[in-house]
């Protein structure tokens, strides 16, 4: 029997209860919102509006998921002058009867994108506009080595208390090598020896105030 169960959040949209570990894929205060307010408007929207002559924006995504965060960027991409190139990384994809369950496409108006998304082989880059692509990668942070250079990187593994090997310093710096000068990691997460190690690799920390429900969340800015 899989250990992961549909669950409704505040806004309407689902997420997922892995009850193995007692953990959810997103906020139960909405998923959808906590995906928007982390990821887009305090990571692509606020890189872009730091540079916004770059005609090419790269993000790596640490935690594909269930496709979420990738729909949210294609939404976003249909809005700018620029190309948005994404690769996102994920170690257990989940069922296809699981998707088939999650209303994420529906509650966006994006059922066809969603479909999309989720037929996109994993392994391949695949066109989903002129605007965007994406490069779904099954594979281990951990131990697999990651290629290419970004602008934003999206961290959205599970909390360092399931997850504590993907939280460590020794990761955190093996992902933000691959981070360009200005480049912006931001996450969910707001736990103070996460911040602490992203100091000590160089970055900028800010805490900003975060999703309904979840008082902070991080943002961190490597230097130019």
Not at 59 to 70: A, H, M, Q, S
Request: neutral net charge; aromatic residues 8%.
């Amino acid at each position: 029997m899989s250990p992961l169960r549909i669950i409704p959040t505040g806004d309407g949209s689902h997420s997922l209860l892995n009850e193995e570990l007692q953990e959810t894929y997103h906020s139960v205060h909405g998923a959808i919102r906590e995906s928007a307010h982390v990821f887009i408007d305090h990571g692509l929207k606020h890189f872009v509006n730091q540079f916004p002559e770059k005609k090419d924006v790269r993000i790596l995504e640490i935690g594909f998921g269930t496709g979420l965060n990738v729909l949210l960027t294609l939404q976003q991409s249909r809005t700018i002058s620029f190309t948005i190139r994404m690769e996102s990384w994920e170690k257990f994809p989940l069922p296809p009867g699981i998707i088939a369950g999650l209303n994420h496409g529906d509650q966006l108006d994006q059922a066809e994108a969603w479909k999309q998304i989720h037929e996109a082989p994993w392994g391949f880059e695949t066109n989903l506009s002129s605007t965007f692509s994406i490069f779904k990668r099954k594979g281990d942070v951990v131990s697999d080595t990651i290629t290419g250079v970004f602008d934003v990187i999206y961290y959205d593994a599970f909390a360092p208390s399931k997850q504590p090997e993907l939280w460590s310093r020794e990761v955190l710096s093996k992902v933000i090598a691959q981070l360009n000068p200005g480049g912006v990691w931001v996450s969910y997460c707001a736990r103070g020896q996460v911040k602490r190690d992203l100091a000590s690799i160089g970055l900028k920390v800010e805490t900003l105030p975060g999703p309904p429900g979840k008082k902070e969340m991080t943002r961190a800015i490597r230097a130019v």
